[in-house]
């Protein structure tokens, strides 16, 4: 018989066709892989730009809020 034995079971060498179509399944899967990180990525962008949106308003309310109190909070150099 072609077989290989491992650990006393008794498994088939692989031929061209099995490789073939194991090889067609993992490009596929890659596909699907790349189709997830791409948008897994284009959402991490929005939600970066959401929260820079919300820092720089919280910032501003920080600035107008010590300013009604009459506190200087150090932010120089158009950090706001």
């Keep these: 018989m ?22 067609i399944k ?5 596909t699907v892989l790349e189709d997830k990180v791409e948008i897994l990525d284009k959402k991490f962008i929005d939600v970066m730009a959401r929260l820079d949106t919300l820092l720089k308003i919280g ?5 107008m809020v ?9 932010i120089e150099g158009g950090m706001i």
């Design 2 to 23: 072609g077989g290989v034995r491992e650990a006393g079971v008794m498994r088939m060498k692989p031929t061209v066709a099995s490789n073939h179509a194991r090889i």
């Design 26 to 30: 993992v490009e596929e899967d890659l």
């Design 59 to 63: 910032r501003g309310i920080a600035v």
């Design 66 to 74: 010590a300013a009604g109190l009459g506190f200087d909070l150090g």
